[in-house]
């Protein structure tokens, strides 16, 4: 009797077992068949990342994409251009190695921004990524703690990746730029109801970035759900309000920073691993090519700085031994000079390229003794410049010295290893 | 005589273009001294020597911004199997390319930049990977590879400079503790990380260095004349390091008798308009004075000296404490209406205590004398006072200041005027005044703390009529491309001001005087009667008030230090 039960049991035993072997095959083997998202991050020890895209790694050699032609208010419907400045400027990238654009916000026709995405992609293997300024620059200032507003700006974000998720030339979505400044008071101050009980106002800051940070991590949840395909990266000035960010947006994928710090990038590769452990993809960074200590165009020390920026992209990619290993690649700013930028309310200024600065950065230190240290050209930061003379209905594009030796860089990227310890 | 003076011209032509040409090739004469160095060179064993003969060849180079010709002597010294040399050799390799890319970058000669950076870049940690495969930490070629290659990766801001620094001080620190053969290595190590703000790293390095020269056998009077060495070539970390070891040396073995010789330490650290100094350590000499020889061994020109460097290393409660010792210790001294008045700013504006504050002022303005500073106080109590909404009392005070000051005093007698037509005409005191002590008053904006931006003056005791350079520095932090925007509310004693901006003076305005604006974050002034003068400044960005902060200048008949 007992043998007969001790063998029910071994059978029992032996059944739950095999049982339990083929459910760890079919997951197994099921897991292996699921297909890959599109465009993923692959990640590795040491919180290393690398960006997958149709299966293979893909550093972001990217461009910050914005041609509005000379003469024209940042409001002009570039997408809709019937003379197709895409194409003109695809060439010309493709020539370059730019492989990726980016794009701050779609254009209001879905059927005209489809055909840049596609036109892009098909024609010159560039792919785009998606942005939204989440509402920042609205007037008055972005309420991030309102529910009206979120759920608008919510609509307007889904809308979006509804409408172009399937477009094959998509590479990611930005939510956001520089809009978490605005939770320190610096540009575009909001603040709700409990925020203004708060009256210490470092905790008045963290609260508005606690707010800001959960919304677009609502935002990104949803966007995970309706498409799977594509990452989903935070838009970000510098590193600020990041330590807010680990905590309350855990579905965000890559954080994607602004940063203009001169040469270099300072620690921030190392700094976002023990902040938010992230990819980061360097989405806003460049140099202007106008000397305005001299008051001239400097093209070679815009050409310094961007192949000095690449150089450190590069020095921290997963694949570069020594450095942190976290980043994905980067977007210069920007593709073509904007005419329209020094004053956009000035439509007679739209057709001048001004040579007057409206901001100070000593890390551009050629030209820091201009007046009233103002040394940052707006209006020149293309590594392509425009000129009023006409080619094919658009404002011709005469590369920059940038535009060469970036080539050149991404061609043979040189970085200088350390000496292997002794 | 047209050929000749053609040929004068081509001449002089010649001349400045050879002159505005940079400098290259060496002389014949610089040209006969490289190779009798490389001869040396080549013939020398000695480590030391080798260092001082490569760096004497190295100048004659460099200062001639010749890269490639130093390079090119270089290919003359070693060979055959003298390791050691062709170490030298490496590290010198380095050296030259990375001056020569630093030279080109500095001077933005892009065509040669762009065209050799890569190569050379990999030549200089090529060279130095030999270096440090074929030296220990005993060597000193290894400390000044090490140093090389961590300035190489900070200045091109790479990740790897971390790494680099740590490795230099560990293994600078484990040379000095082994038989370090050349000790100033360590002064140079320490030297390069000051210049590059690594100022802890820096002390640490001048600590051991200290160490190691105020050996205990060494000569007091050497240890003294080394700390005014470096104090002489500006370099106050390493001096104040030294002169801590020769303080507590002459304090142990003088006791209280070594006073006056810290005293004149304690002045030469105190502030000074145009040269080294360094107050708060000055402050640090005159603890020490005060712990060997008690209260008595200053007398009141030095507690009036210590206050006042409080007051400029922006130690505004430790100055108070110390102008009030000294005004109750010393009430007779010329300079006490002065420090009355500090007092009675300090208090009001810094403490946020209007009532102890306005004692300060109420003393000055009760005293019989007229002083800049005595009609200063009126006028702050008046000030006061309309601030309040006590609008008669105000009225009072500032006619009573008018009263005062007669034909004398005119800015501050400026002021009061204006003040007058605020009451006349009901209208509130001046915005950018009003803001000013709002912020520094109001129980609410006691997060207004003066820590968010510096205020400096430059000089702080000037002469009447001389420009005094006003400035203010908020640190951004890296902000991208969206700079806040900064509204730059000046208040106070202004003076009669020019703009830094664009040089130009501005024709002064009805009160005789003008005003930077808004958008100024320094301006150049000038004063035009003696006196404390206030400075006021609060920055408003676009979501309020960022912080608030004071400054004073004090004007004098003549230039001077107290």
């Given at each position: 009797?007992?043998?007969?039960?001790?063998k029910?049991?071994?059978s029992?035993?032996?059944?739950?077992?095999?049982?339990?072997c083929?459910?760890?095959?079919?997951?197994i083997?099921?897991?292996?068949?699921?297909p890959k998202?599109a465009v993923?991050?692959?990640?590795?020890?040491g919180?290393?990342?690398e960006?997958?895209?149709?299966?293979?790694?893909?550093?972001?050699?990217?461009?910050?994409?914005?041609?509005?032609?000379?003469?024209k208010?940042?409001d002009?419907?570039?997408?809709?251009?019937?003379n197709?400045?895409?194409?003109?400027?695809?060439?010309l990238?493709?020539?370059m190695?730019?492989?990726?654009?980016?794009?701050?916000?779609a254009?209001?026709?879905?059927?005209?921004?489809?055909k840049v995405?596609?036109?892009?992609?098909?024609i010159?293997?560039i792919?785009t990524v998606?942005?939204h300024?989440?509402?920042f620059?609205?007037?008055?200032?972005?309420?991030?703690?309102?529910?009206?507003f979120?759920?608008r700006?919510?609509?307007?974000?889904l809308?979006?990746?509804r409408?172009?998720?399937?477009e094959?030339?998509?590479l990611?979505?930005i939510?956001g730029n520089?809009?978490?400044?605005?939770c320190?008071?610096?540009?575009?101050?909001?603040?709700?109801?409990?925020?203004?009980k708060e009256t210490?106002p470092?905790?008045?800051n963290?609260?508005?970035a606690r707010?800001?940070?959960?919304?677009v991590?609502?935002l990104?949840?949803?966007?995970?759900?309706?498409d799977?395909n594509?990452?989903?990266?935070?838009?970000?000035g510098?590193?600020?309000?990041?330590?807010?960010?680990?905590?309350?947006?855990?579905?965000?994928d890559?954080v994607?920073?602004i940063?203009y710090?001169?040469?270099?990038?300072?620690n921030?590769?190392?700094?976002?691993k023990?902040?938010?452990?992230?990819p980061?993809?360097?989405?806003?960074?460049?140099a202007?090519?106008?000397?305005?200590?001299?008051g001239?165009?400097?093209?070679?020390?815009?050409a310094?700085?961007?192949?000095?920026?690449?150089r450190?992209?590069?020095?921290?990619?997963?694949?570069?031994k020594g450095g942190a290993?976290?980043?994905?690649?980067?977007a210069?700013?920007e593709?073509?000079?904007?005419?329209?930028?020094?004053?956009e309310?000035?439509?007679?200024?739209?057709s001048?390229?001004?040579a007057?600065?409206?901001?100070?950065?000593p890390?551009?230190?050629?030209?820091?003794?201009?007046?009233?240290?103002?040394?940052?050209?707006?209006?020149?930061?293309?590594i392509v410049?425009?000129?009023?003379?006409?080619?094919?209905?658009?404002?011709?594009?005469?590369?920059?010295?940038?535009?060469y030796?970036?080539?050149?860089?991404?061609k043979?990227?040189?970085?200088?290893?350390p000496?292997?310890?002794? | 005589?047209?050929?000749?003076?053609?040929?004068?011209?081509i001449?002089?032509?010649?001349?400045?273009?050879?002159?505005?040409m940079?400098?290259?090739?060496l002389?014949?004469?610089?040209?006969?001294?490289?190779?009798?160095?490389?001869?040396e060179?080549?013939?020398?064993?000695?480590?030391?020597?080798?260092?001082?003969?490569?760096?004497e060849?190295?100048?004659?180079?460099?200062?001639?911004?010749?890269?490639d010709?130093?390079?090119?002597?270089?290919?003359?010294?070693?060979g055959?199997?003298n390791?050691?040399?062709?170490?030298?050799?490496?590290?010198?390799t380095?050296?030259?390319r990375?001056?020569?890319?630093k030279?080109?970058?500095d001077?933005?000669?892009w065509?040669?930049?762009?065209a050799?950076?890569?190569?050379?870049?990999?030549?200089?940690?090529?060279?130095?990977?030999?270096?440090?495969?074929?030296?220990t930490?005993?060597?000193?070629?290894?400390i000044?590879?090490?140093?090389?290659?961590?300035?190489?990766?900070?200045?091109?801001?790479d990740?790897?400079?971390?790494?680099?620094?740590?490795?230099?001080m560990?293994?600078?620190?484990?040379?000095?503790a082994?038989?370090?053969?050349d000790i100033?290595?360590i002064?140079?190590?320490?030297?390069?990380?000051?210049?590059?703000?690594e100022?802890?790293?820096?002390?640490?390095?001048?600590k051991?260095?200290?160490?190691?020269?105020?050996?205990?056998?060494?000569?007091?009077g050497?240890?003294?004349k080394?700390?005014?060495?470096?104090?002489?070539?500006?370099?106050?970390?390493?001096?104040?390091a030294?002169y801590?070891?020769?303080?507590?040396?002459?304090?142990?073995?003088?006791?209280?008798?070594?006073?006056?010789?810290?005293?004149e330490?304690?002045?030469q650290?105190?502030?000074?308009?145009?040269?080294p100094?360094?107050?708060?350590?000055?402050?640090?000499?005159?603890a020490?004075i005060?712990?060997?020889?008690?209260?008595?061994?200053?007398?009141?020109?030095?507690?009036?000296?210590?206050a006042?460097?409080l007051?400029?290393g922006?130690?505004?409660?430790?100055a108070k404490?110390?102008?009030?010792?000294?005004?109750?210790s010393?009430?007779?001294?010329?300079?006490n209406d002065?420090?009355?008045?500090?007092?009675?700013i300090?208090?009001?504006?810094?403490?946020?205590?209007?009532?102890?504050?306005?004692g300060y002022f109420?003393?000055?303005?009760?005293?019989?004398?007229?002083?800049p500073?005595?009609?200063?106080?009126?006028y702050?109590?008046?000030?006061?006072?309309q601030?309040?909404g006590?609008?008669?009392?105000?009225?009072?005070?500032?006619?009573?200041?008018?009263?005062?000051?007669?034909?004398?005093?005119?800015?501050?007698?400026?002021?009061?005027?204006?003040?007058?037509?605020?009451?006349?005409g009901?209208?509130?005191?001046?915005y950018?005044?009003?803001?000013?002590?709002?912020v520094?008053?109001?129980?609410?904006d006691?997060?207004?703390?003066?820590?968010?931006?510096?205020?400096n003056?430059?000089?702080?005791?000037s002469?009447?009529?001389?420009d005094?350079?006003?400035?203010?520095?908020?640190?951004?932090?890296?902000?991208?491309?969206?700079?806040?925007?900064?509204?730059?509310?000046?208040?106070?004693h202004?003076?009669?001001?020019?703009?830094?901006?664009?040089?130009?003076?501005?024709?002064?305005?009805?009160?005789g005087?003008?005003?930077p604006d808004?958008?100024?974050?320094?301006?150049?002034?000038q004063?035009?009667?003696?006196?404390?003068?206030?400075v006021n400044?609060v920055?408003?960005s676009?979501?309020?008030v960022?912080d608030?902060n004071?400054?004073?200048?004090?004007?004098?008949?003549?230039?001077?230090?107290?």
């Amino acid at each position: 009797m007992l043998e007969v039960r001790l063998k029910g049991f071994r059978s029992r035993k032996v059944f739950l077992l095999a049982a339990s072997c083929l459910a760890l095959c079919f997951f197994i083997v099921g897991m292996a068949s699921r297909p890959k998202p599109a465009v993923w991050v692959k990640k590795f020890k040491g919180s290393r990342y690398e960006l997958m895209a149709a299966g293979k790694p893909y550093v972001v050699k990217g461009v910050c994409y914005n041609p509005i032609p000379i003469g024209k208010g940042q409001d002009y419907d570039w997408w809709s251009d019937p003379n197709k400045p895409w194409l003109t400027d695809g060439r010309l990238m493709q020539e370059m190695g730019v492989n990726t654009v980016r794009i701050y916000k779609a254009g209001n026709n879905p059927g005209s921004v489809k055909k840049v995405i596609s036109d892009m992609y098909n024609i010159y293997g560039i792919r785009t990524v998606m942005g939204h300024w989440l509402g920042f620059w609205e007037y008055p200032c972005p309420l991030y703690g309102g529910k009206e507003f979120q759920e608008r700006v919510k609509k307007e974000v889904l809308d979006m990746v509804r409408l172009y998720k399937d477009e094959p030339g998509v590479l990611m979505w930005i939510l956001g730029n520089e809009n978490n400044y605005s939770c320190f008071g610096q540009v575009n101050p909001w603040s709700t109801d409990e925020i203004d009980k708060e009256t210490d106002p470092a905790k008045q800051n963290l609260m508005r970035a606690r707010v800001y940070y959960s919304f677009v991590n609502e935002l990104a949840a949803e966007i995970h759900k309706i498409d799977p395909n594509h990452p989903v990266a935070l838009g970000n000035g510098e590193l600020l309000g990041l330590e807010v960010a680990r905590d309350v947006s855990p579905d965000i994928d890559v954080v994607a920073c602004i940063i203009y710090r001169g040469k270099g990038f300072g620690n921030i590769f190392n700094s976002l691993k023990s902040i938010f452990d992230r990819p980061i993809l360097i989405s806003e960074f460049g140099a202007d090519s106008y000397d305005a200590y001299l008051g001239k165009e400097d093209q070679n020390m815009q050409a310094f700085f961007l192949q000095a920026q690449w150089r450190q992209i590069y020095q921290n990619l997963a694949t570069t031994k020594g450095g942190a290993g976290n980043c994905i690649g980067g977007a210069m700013f920007e593709w073509a000079d904007e005419w329209w930028k020094h004053n956009e309310y000035d439509a007679d200024g739209w057709s001048r390229h001004d040579a007057e600065s409206n901001w100070s950065n000593p890390s551009y230190y050629f030209d820091i003794k201009a007046a009233n240290n103002k040394n940052m050209n707006e209006e020149w930061f293309g590594i392509v410049a425009l000129s009023k003379e006409d080619e094919s209905g658009l404002d011709r594009r005469i590369p920059r010295k940038a535009y060469y030796l970036v080539r050149e860089f991404w061609k043979n990227p040189v970085l200088t290893d350390p000496p292997r310890k002794k | 005589m047209k050929t000749l003076l053609a040929r004068t011209v081509i001449i002089v032509l010649f001349f400045l273009v050879c002159l505005s040409m940079p400098a290259f090739a060496l002389d014949s004469r610089e040209q006969k001294k490289a190779s009798l160095l490389v001869t040396e060179i080549n013939k020398t064993k000695d480590s030391a020597k080798l260092h001082a003969l490569f760096n004497e060849l190295g100048e004659l180079y460099f200062n001639n911004n010749d890269f490639d010709g130093f390079l090119t002597a270089l290919s003359s010294v070693g060979g055959g199997d003298n390791k050691g040399l062709a170490l030298w050799n490496d590290y010198y390799t380095a050296l030259a390319r990375y001056r020569q890319l630093k030279y080109l970058e500095d001077n933005q000669l892009w065509e040669e930049y762009f065209a050799n950076q890569n190569s050379w870049r990999t030549q200089i940690t090529g060279s130095i990977a030999k270096v440090l495969e074929g030296t220990t930490t005993a060597d000193p070629l290894r400390i000044l590879s090490r140093l090389l290659l961590w300035r190489f990766y900070q200045d091109q801001q790479d990740p790897a400079r971390e790494l680099q620094l740590s490795g230099l001080m560990a293994e600078t620190e484990e040379y000095a503790a082994g038989n370090a053969a050349d000790i100033g290595l360590i002064k140079t190590a320490a030297d390069e990380l000051s210049s590059y703000n690594e100022k802890g790293n820096a002390r640490q390095l001048y600590k051991i260095y200290v160490a190691k020269i105020v050996a205990p056998g060494e000569e007091s009077g050497k240890i003294k004349k080394a700390a005014l060495g470096f104090y002489s070539q500006g370099n106050l970390d390493l001096a104040e390091a030294v002169y801590d070891a020769y303080i507590e040396r002459i304090a142990q073995a003088q006791g209280a008798a070594a006073a006056p010789e810290l005293i004149e330490i304690a002045r030469q650290f105190s502030y000074g308009d145009n040269r080294p100094n360094d107050p708060l350590y000055a402050e640090k000499v005159f603890a020490r004075i005060e712990e060997l020889g008690g209260k008595e061994a200053l007398d009141e020109k030095l507690m009036y000296l210590r206050a006042f460097n409080l007051e400029k290393g922006k130690d505004f409660l430790a100055a108070k404490d110390r102008y009030r010792d000294f005004v109750a210790s010393f009430p007779d001294n010329p300079e006490n209406d002065e420090a009355q008045y500090k007092l009675g700013i300090i208090t009001t504006y810094i403490m946020r205590d209007i009532s102890g504050g306005r004692g300060y002022f109420t003393k000055l303005s009760d005293s019989d004398k007229v002083s800049p500073q005595v009609i200063s106080a009126i006028y702050q109590l008046g000030l006061l006072a309309q601030w309040e909404g006590k609008n008669e009392e105000a009225r009072r005070y500032y006619l009573a200041l008018k009263d005062k000051a007669g034909d004398g005093f005119r800015e501050t007698v400026a002021l009061a005027n204006e003040r007058i037509a605020e009451l006349d005409g009901s209208r509130p005191i001046e915005y950018n005044l009003k803001t000013f002590i709002d912020v520094s008053l109001r129980p609410q904006d006691v997060q207004s703390d003066r820590t968010k931006f510096e205020l400096n003056c430059h000089p702080y005791r000037s002469p009447r009529n001389q420009d005094v350079n006003i400035s203010s520095s908020y640190y951004y932090g890296d902000n991208g491309c969206l700079q806040p925007e900064f509204q730059y509310l000046w208040s106070g004693h202004l003076g009669a001001y020019h703009d830094v901006s664009n040089d130009s003076s501005t024709a002064p305005d009805s009160r005789g005087l003008t005003k930077p604006d808004t958008s100024q974050s320094a301006f150049t002034t000038q004063y035009i009667h003696n006196g404390s003068k206030e400075v006021n400044l609060v920055i408003v960005s676009a979501s309020g008030v960022v912080d608030r902060n004071l400054d004073i200048v004090d004007v004098y008949d003549s230039p001077g230090t107290p």
